[in-house]
């Protein structure tokens, strides 16, 4: 079996099955078929990634900042206990800081921390250096929705299939550690999950609905965020949580329809592709299924209202404070600060600038590479329209602990499974 998996990991995704039960004799080996993956260009090297020294004179805009907005998120972090020894001694002296105002904030993150420029190699430390990244936007959505089917509800959330298995990787080669991935076991094989096309009529996933809402495109932008709420015709209102994905790739919709000329990259939001969606109903199922990746939810209380959905690190969001990002470059739970534009101004020349301080507290499988940051915007439709306007180029800094080396990415792997 371990022969089997070897000659695929180099091509993920890679699957594994499930303890088997006792048997009397060998079992046949466990077959690995892998979805075929995308063909991007290879790098002429492995992308890399440095923490260069700054000061915070550097940080544009720090000093007109207010950075006591994101100190409940940065205590948030600490609580977590996954920033690791070195942090233990801010964390003690961030509880106990008597006062918090913006002054106080920033001049005890002046004392405890240095920042850090993030600089991202894409094709290895002898290819392009990349300062400036992508940074995008989401949000919580609220949708109407129901328990049961009927009427307008006709469009299934689903929880976590029964046949959906996860392998860590990390048990089986080290060098992975942190990496899942998933498939569905049929007899000995190990076959990839079904995509959203072979998931479309409900058959696979019957009895895994969670609720029924009245709106299918409002559904598949649901999945984009990762979690939201969904009010009940009794009044009442839910969550649904991110639980997991089926394993396949995340694909843009919005580069989809930039490769066939329907509109420009500058052009794609959340928006603009919602209208796109409903000037070209016959067209619906083709766009979505450009992108085969689904995402299952489970139902949680909402015990604050104000408080956010859960990130990767297991904690409340905080609006306009906590960003995703990926963890293989850049460390989960750690403060950074971000250097961009306001929503919907592109990055243009003369737009209005967007920087503060912020708390990596997310991840998602659209965030990808070293300076790139999605940016968690709150609840509702406000925070959704400047979410979905969100794209821009951007730097991050990264402030860690004074007088502690900056983390290496290879001491990040397993920090959160890559999924």
């Given amino acids: 079996m371990l022969a089997a998996l070897s000659a695929c990991v180099a091509t993920p995704p890679v699957f594994d099955t499930p303890p088997s039960p006792p048997v009397t004799e060998q079992p046949p080996p466990v077959v690995v078929t892998p979805p075929a993956p995308p063909s991007p260009v290879a790098p002429t090297s492995p992308p890399d990634l440095r923490f260069e020294s700054a000061t915070w004179s550097q940080l544009p805009g720090w000093s007109a900042d207010r950075p006591?907005?994101?100190?409940?998120?940065?205590?948030?972090?600490?609580?977590t206990n996954r920033l690791g020894a070195d942090w233990q001694r801010v964390c003690t002296r961030a509880r106990a800081l008597a006062?918090?105002?913006d002054r106080s904030v920033r001049q005890f993150l002046e004392t405890e921390l240095t920042p850090w420029r993030i600089v991202y190699f894409p094709n290895g430390l002898a290819g392009p250096r990349n300062e400036t990244g992508l940074v995008t936007g989401y949000y919580e959505p609220v949708l109407r929705g129901a328990r049961q089917r009927g009427g307008a509800f006709q469009t299934p959330l689903y929880g976590v299939p029964d046949d959906l298995v996860t392998v860590d990787l990390?048990?089986?080669?080290?060098?992975?550690?942190?990496q899942r991935v998933r498939g569905q076991l049929k007899g000995n094989r190990v076959?990839?999950?079904?995509?959203r096309a072979q998931l479309a009529d409900g058959k696979a996933l019957a009895g895994k609905e969670l609720l029924w809402v009245d709106d299918p495109i409002d559904a598949f932008f649901l999945q984009i965020q990762?979690?939201?709420?969904?009010?009940?015709p009794d009044g009442a209102t839910v969550r649904l949580a991110f639980a997991d994905v089926n394993g396949q790739p995340y694909q843009s919709i919005g580069r989809y329809l930039v490769d066939k000329g329907e509109m420009t990259l500058e052009q794609t939001s959340a928006q603009s592709l919602k209208a796109w969606i409903r000037r070209n109903p016959d067209r619906k199922d083709e766009l979505l299924n450009q992108n085969p990746s689904v995402v299952f939810f489970r139902e949680e209380p909402i015990t604050d209202p104000a408080l956010g959905p859960r990130g990767a690190l297991g904690v409340p969001l905080t609006a306009e404070r906590s960003i995703a990002i990926d963890p293989r470059w850049l460390p989960l739970g750690a403060p950074m600060y971000?250097?961009?534009?306001?929503?919907?101004s592109d990055g243009r020349a003369g737009?209005?600038?967007?920087?503060r301080l912020v708390v990596a507290q997310d991840t998602g499988g659209a965030i990808r590479g070293g300076v790139r940051a999605d940016l968690f915007f709150g609840l509702g439709e406000e925070p959704g329209n400047k979410a979905g306007r969100m794209r821009a180029p951007g730097r991050m800094w990264l402030l860690w602990p004074k007088g502690v080396a900056a983390p290496k990415p290879a001491q990040l792997t397993g920090t959160i499974a890559a999924d």
């Avoid at 076959?191 to 995509?195: A, K, L, S, V």
């Avoid at 971000?338 to 919907?344: E, F, I, N």
């Fill in 68 to 79: 006591a907005a994101a100190w409940t998120a940065l205590l948030r972090s600490c609580a």
């Fill in 99 to 101: 006062k918090v105002n």
């Fill in 170 to 178: 990390g048990d089986l080669f080290p060098e992975l550690k942190g």
């Fill in 191 to 195: 076959t990839p999950y079904p995509d």
């Fill in 226 to 232: 990762g979690s939201g709420r969904v009010q009940l």
């Fill in 338 to 344: 971000l250097a961009t534009s306001q929503p919907g």
């Fill in 351 to 355: 737009s209005p600038s967007l920087n």
